[in-house]
C-alpha cells in the first residue's frame, strides 16, 4: 500500500513538473496589435531592467526618433527623442531606422541610426550615445558611408566577445545587389575596425532586389538573424521576412529552406524590418507592416508578433497578427493651455515658430514647405477620423491663412516634395485648397463676414476621401464631398493631419483648440 500511495505521489509530482513547464512554453498574453499605431516604421525595442524602450523611423519630420518606453511591450508612453531641437548637422534628410542598443557594463545606451549626408549626398549610418534611454542623446556622426549608400544599423556581440556592426549595403539604389556586411566596432561605437565581412545577400529567388533590416539574436548554438527582402514602401508592396543563421557572426550563414517565414495575412501586409526582444521567458518580433484597412494612407505601423520554433529547431511565425486595437484609444483634445503635446510634429528642414498660453496655440506663418507654410503635424492612426479645430480670427493676424489639413507628397515616389489638401480660413473667408508643387487650386469659397471663431471640420473616411465643413450658426455647412486625396499619399510615410499657417514670416495663426475623433 504505501509502495502504490509513494508511486501515486511521485507520478504527481511529475505530473505537475510538465505542468510548469508546459506552462513556461505557453503564450504569455494576448497581443494587441498595432502596439505602435500610425507611420512607425522600423521600429526598434530593447530592455533595460523591467522596462522596454523603443523607437522608430522619422523620415522627414522634425523632433527625430522618438523614444517610447512601456512595461509590457503593449501599452506604450512618448518620453522624449533623440535629437528633441535640430537635426544632426552633418545630416539633411531620410532619417530612418533607429536600432538601440544597451551595454550593460557601461550602463549606457546607443542608437544607430540612417540619415543623407549633406556634402556627399550619400546615406550613411551614423551613431549617438546617452547615460539615459531619456537622453540627452550625444551625436557621434557617421559611421559608415558607402557609395551605394549605408543603412540599418544593427550591433551583436560574438560568442568570443567582439562587438560587431552590421548593416546592409544599400546596391538596389543603383541596380546592384545588396550585401549585409559585418564589421569588428570599438566599444565606444565611434570606429570601425578590421575588414568587413559579407555576411550573405540578395541570392535567393523569393528575396527579390534586395535585403535588409537585419535584427540579430543567439539562442542555443546559433546565431538567427531576422532580415527582409523585396519591396517595402510603396502602393505595390510585397515586403517579407526571411531568417539564417551561423555558429558566429563571421559565418558562413545558412538561410532557411522555408523562407520567408513572415508574409501577408487578413489582416496585415507587408510585414518586416524589426527587432527581436524577449519577455517572461518567449520572444518577440516588433516589426512593421500596413493594415489592410489602412494601407498606405496610415503607413507602416508597429506590430508585435511571437517567434515560435519549428521542428527542425528554425525561428517562425503562425503568421496571425491580428488589428485589434480599439481606434478610439487615440481620440484626443487639446485647448494647448498646457503646452504643445510631444507627439506633434514639424518638417526637418523648417526652423518652426510657436508659443502656447492661455489663448492657445500661435503658430507663426511662413511660405516654406512648397508654399503649404508652417505645419504642425500628427501620425494618422486610423483610416476613419475627423479633425475639427476652432481658428481665432482677432487673434491671427490679417492676409494670413490658417487652418487644417491632410499633408502628404506630390505623389507616390521617392523623395517627392510635401504637399496637401485642406480648408482654411483668411480675411474672413473659408478656402477648401490642394497645394501641390507650389501651386494652388482651390475647390470652394465661403464668406463668413465678421465672425470671432471659425470651426473648421476635416471629414477622412478609408484613408483619403474628404469631407471639408465649417460651423455655421451652430449648423456643419459641407463645402466639398468626398475630395480624393489618394494621388497625395507620401512615398513611405503614409499621411499626416494636422494645422497650418500659411501667409508672410511675421503673421500667426491662432488656433483655439484641436480635436481628433476616431471611427
Known amino acids: 500500500m504505501r509502495s502504490s500511495k509513494l508511486q501515486l505521489w511521485f507520478g504527481m509530482i511529475l505530473l505537475l513538473i510538465a505542468g510548469c513547464d508546459t506552462g513556461a512554453k505557453q503564450e504569455s498574453f494576448e497581443i494587441k496589435n498595432p502596439v505602435l499605431p500610425g507611420d512607425r516604421p522600423d521600429p526598434t525595442v530593447i530592455q533595460i531592467g523591467d522596462t522596454y524602450w523603443a523607437s522608430a523611423t522619422s523620415n522627414e519630420w522634425s523632433p527625430l526618433f522618438p523614444i517610447f518606453k512601456s512595461n509590457d511591450l503593449q501599452n506604450w508612453e512618448l518620453v522624449t527623442y533623440v535629437f528633441p531641437d535640430d537635426p544632426p548637422a552633418w545630416a539633411v534628410n531620410n532619417f530612418w531606422a533607429p536600432e538601440l542598443a544597451y551595454d550593460e557594463d557601461q550602463d549606457k545606451v546607443y542608437v544607430y541610426y540612417t540619415a543623407r549626408d549633406r556634402e556627399s549626398n550619400r546615406l550613411s549610418t551614423a551613431v549617438a550615445s546617452a547615460d539615459s534611454p531619456e537622453g540627452p542623446f550625444t551625436d557621434h556622426g557617421p559611421l559608415i558611408s558607402q557609395e551605394l549608400g549605408s543603412i540599418d544599423g544593427y550591433e551583436a556581440r560574438d560568442i568570443d566577445g567582439t562587438l560587431y556592426f552590421m548593416w546592409k549595403e544599400d546596391g538596389n539604389s543603383g541596380g546592384q545587389p545588396t550585401p549585409m556586411w559585418a564589421q569588428e566596432i570599438n566599444e565606444d561605437r565611434t570606429e570601425l575596425i578590421g575588414e568587413k565581412i559579407e555576411m550573405f545577400r540578395n541570392d535567393e529567388s523569393w528575396e527579390d532586389n534586395l535585403v535588409e533590416g537585419i535584427s540579430v539574436f543567439r539562442e542555443d548554438d546559433y546565431f538567427y538573424a531576422l532580415y527582409s527582402a523585396r519591396s517595402c514602401c510603396d502602393v505595390q508592396c510585397n515586403y517579407v521576412t526571411g531568417v539564417a543563421r551561423s555558429e558566429t557572426i563571421g559565418g558562413p550563414w545558412e538561410k532557411f529552406d522555408g523562407n520567408p517565414i513572415l508574409n501577408n495575412n487578413e489582416d496585415w501586409k507587408c510585414p518586416g524590418h524589426g527587432s527581436v526582444v524577449r519577455k517572461d521567458g518567449e520572444i518577440f518580433y516588433l516589426h512593421h507592416a500596413y493594415s489592410r484597412a489602412g494601407g498606405v494612407y496610415v503607413g507602416r505601423e508597429a506590430v508585435l508578433e511571437r517567434i515560435i520554433w519549428n521542428e527542425e529547431g528554425w525561428p517562425v511565425f503562425d503568421n496571425d497578427a491580428e488589428y485589434n486595437r480599439e481606434t478610439d484609444t487615440w481620440d484626443f483634445s487639446s485647448d494647448f493651455t498646457e503646452g504643445l503635446d510631444p507627439l506633434w510634429q514639424w518638417r526637418v528642414t523648417q526652423d518652426i515658430q510657436f508659443t502656447t498660453n492661455e489663448e492657445g496655440l500661435f503658430v507663426e506663418a511662413s511660405r516654406e514647405n512648397e508654399d503649404l507654410g508652417s ?8 483610416p476613419n477620423y475627423d479633425i475639427i479645430a476652432t481658428i481665432d480670427h482677432e487673434q491671427s493676424g490679417e492676409n494670413v491663412a490658417g487652418g487644417i489639413a491632410l499633408v502628404g507628397a506630390a505623389n507616390n515616389g521617392f ?31 465661403e464668406q463668413i463676414g465678421e465672425a470671432e471663431y471659425s470651426k473648421l471640420m476635416m471629414e477622412v473616411r478609408d484613408g483619403y476621401l474628404l469631407t471639408f465643413s465649417v460651423k455655421q450658426n451652430e449648423e456643419w455647412k459641407t463645402l466639398v464631398e468626398d475630395f480624393d486625396a489618394s494621388h497625395l499619399v507620401a512615398w513611405g510615410m503614409g499621411f499626416r493631419y494636422g494645422m497650418v499657417a500659411k501667409g508672410e514670416p511675421g503673421g500667426r495663426v491662432n488656433i483655439k483648440e484641436f480635436q481628433l475623433i476616431n471611427h
Open 375 to 382: 505645419l504642425l503635424v500628427r501620425q494618422t492612426t486610423s
Open 415 to 445: 523623395a517627392a516634395p510635401v504637399a496637401a489638401a485642406g480648408i482654411s480660413t483668411e480675411n474672413g473667408n473659408i478656402t477648401v485648397w490642394e497645394t501641390r508643387n507650389a501651386k494652388t487650386e482651390i475647390y470652394a469659397e
